[in-house]
């Protein structure tokens, strides 16, 4: 009787125990696992970086083809004797200059190497919205798979949980029939025994489910503290008689699956690049154009000039005159500093170029450039063959499981049905003193096992039939 106590108050505590960490707990849907999932994984997170990098990869690509323009300039002084910019001339005195030169560049022909690398880019940034597609698909997977997971061991807690109140509900009848000298007390011990490892196995089942919620948690993202209880939707098996051969489900993965659209992208990349390389190899033609003013505290204008005739050139009297020629005539005048506008405009010189290229010889850069880009191209070739085989071995592989596992749940239900009449047809004989207590026993163990093992089979079905369900390009929910 004791012992019976102690049982019936452990299946309370753990009772009370769930009740009160469910009455705590968020219920989470899939979606919601999902949700966060996504969120919050560093893979989907580096692969978003790599889609950004990508992009920016082909927005440079893009702009290789617009004009460059750069504007520059300098200022400084120069001190003792040095040349004067306005008449190179040399001249010993403090000079403060101002140089602003700007200039412009045009790609006109380079054997298409730009537009090839604009295209090899493009191929780039579409393999890397793959490459982000197969990131969550793989954090999808993972959460259904351990979210599935958590209904099927909690299952498993449920039964052990009744199959430990039906050995004490016995339990509790054999002690009263043995104190009424009906039965043997063997019997009251076997029964405490049986109840004893029902207990152990109500506690594993118990470890492995909190086992099975921590796992998703860490999927998530989430401390081990953050309380969690998930939604159990309304599960049905579905029927594989309408299934897909391997091969059509193969051609329908082979357009949907983001794995093998980046291997397809990344094989025309390569494409691409071979061909920008040996642009390389072909002359380049561009357009030049060039824009140059400075200013220089030497340069000097003559105020007030006038003219004279016969004049000794180069005369500078004591009042800073001065005696010039221009254009055939004489002027004479007092030299002032030119006006920084002034020089900007009178300066100005403009330049319009178009310059060719032609590589002779440069060190087998170009040529070791476009052998590298054979190598990158035979190699995408092998990487997306190497895809499509993993693929197909992993339909075939996911086809033969499901159809396993509809045969094997098909078994484990015959098997519960089949061991429900066993075991009461047993409980009756054992009732009326007519079986002992090993058959009533083996017959409660042996269904026990059957509906475990079709909880089994049933959870495997499902995630297998959702798995091809993947393969197809269908929405992976319940």
């Known amino acids: 009787m004791r012992k019976g106590i102690l049982s019936i108050g452990l299946v309370l505590l753990l009772a009370t125990s769930l009740v009160g960490q469910t009455a705590d707990k968020k219920v989470y849907t899939l979606k919601e696992c999902v949700?966060?999932?996504?969120?919050?994984?560093?893979?989907?997170?580096?692969?978003?970086?790599?889609?950004k990098n990508a992009d920016i990869n082909l927005d440079q690509s893009r702009y290789t083809m617009l004009p460059s323009l750069n504007v520059s300039g300098s200022g400084g002084s120069n001190f003792g004797r040095s040349i004067d910019p306005t008449t190179n001339s040399f001249i010993d005195q403090k000079i403060d200059n101002v140089n602003v030169n700007a200039n412009a560049s045009l790609l006109l022909f380079n054997a298409l190497r730009v537009m090839n690398t604009i295209r090899q880019s493009v191929n780039d940034k579409a393999a890397a919205e793959s490459d982000y597609s197969k990131a969550k698909n793989d954090v999808i997977l993972n959460v259904i798979t351990l979210y599935t997971s958590v209904i099927?061991?909690?299952?498993?807690?449920?039964?052990?949980q009744f199959q430990l109140k039906t050995t004490q509900q016995q339990l509790e009848r054999t002690k009263r029939l043995e104190q009424a000298g009906s039965v043997p007390l063997g019997?009251?011990?076997?029964?405490?025994?049986?109840?004893?490892?029902?207990?152990?196995?109500?506690?594993?089942?118990?470890?492995?489910?909190?086992?099975?919620l921590l796992q998703l948690k860490q999927s998530m993202q989430l401390p081990a503290s953050t309380p969690l209880e998930v939604e159990v939707p309304a599960l049905s098996v579905e029927e594989l008689s309408t299934l897909q051969s391997t091969e059509q489900i193969y051609d329908i993965a082979k357009q949907n699956l983001p794995e093998i659209k980046a291997a397809v992208f990344r094989k025309e990349s390569s494409s691409y690049a071979l061909?920008?390389?040996?642009?390389?190899?072909?002359?380049?033609?561009?357009?030049?154009?060039?824009?140059?003013?400075?200013?220089?505290?030497?340069?000097?204008?003559?105020?007030?000039?006038?003219?004279?005739?016969?004049?000794?050139i180069g005369y500078l009297g004591n009042d800073q005159t001065a005696i010039v020629r221009s254009f055939g005539k004489t002027f004479t005048g007092t030299f002032a500093e030119k006006q920084f506008g002034n020089q900007f405009s009178d300066n100005l010189s403009q330049s319009v170029t178009l310059n060719l290229t032609i590589p002779l010889f440069n060190g087998y850069t170009s040529r070791a450039s476009v052998e590298r880009n054979k190598v990158s191209t035979i190699q995408a070739n092998i990487n997306l063959v190497d895809a499509e085989n993993r693929l197909r071995q992993a339909i075939e592989t996911a086809h033969n499981d499901a159809t396993a596992a509809?045969?094997?749940?098909?078994?484990?239900?015959?098997?519960?049905?089949?061991?429900?009449?066993?075991?009461?047809?047993?409980?009756?004989?054992y009732d009326a003193g007519a079986s002992n207590y090993v058959d009533y026993q083996v017959s409660e163990n042996n269904l026990f096992q059957a509906k475990s093992d079709q909880v089994r089979a049933k959870y495997d079905l499902i995630f297998k039939k959702k798995v091809l369900d993947f393969y197809q390009g269908k929405p992976i929910d319940y």
């Open 35 to 51: 949700d966060i999932a996504l969120q919050n994984n560093l893979t989907v997170k580096r692969s978003a970086l790599g889609l």
């Open 152 to 160: 099927f061991n909690q299952e498993l807690f449920q039964n052990a």
């Open 187 to 212: 019997n009251v011990l076997d029964l405490e025994a049986q109840n004893a490892t029902n207990e152990l196995n109500l506690i594993q089942r118990e470890n492995t489910y909190n086992l099975s």
């Open 275 to 312: 061909r920008a390389s040996k642009g390389a190899l072909f002359p380049r033609l561009s357009l030049n154009a060039n824009a140059f003013t400075n200013y220089s505290s030497a340069a000097k204008v003559l105020n007030n000039p006038i003219e004279i005739n016969n004049p000794t």
């Open 406 to 429: 509809a045969k094997t749940f098909a078994s484990s239900a015959k098997a519960v049905k089949a061991r429900e009449e066993a075991f009461r047809m047993t409980k009756q004989r």
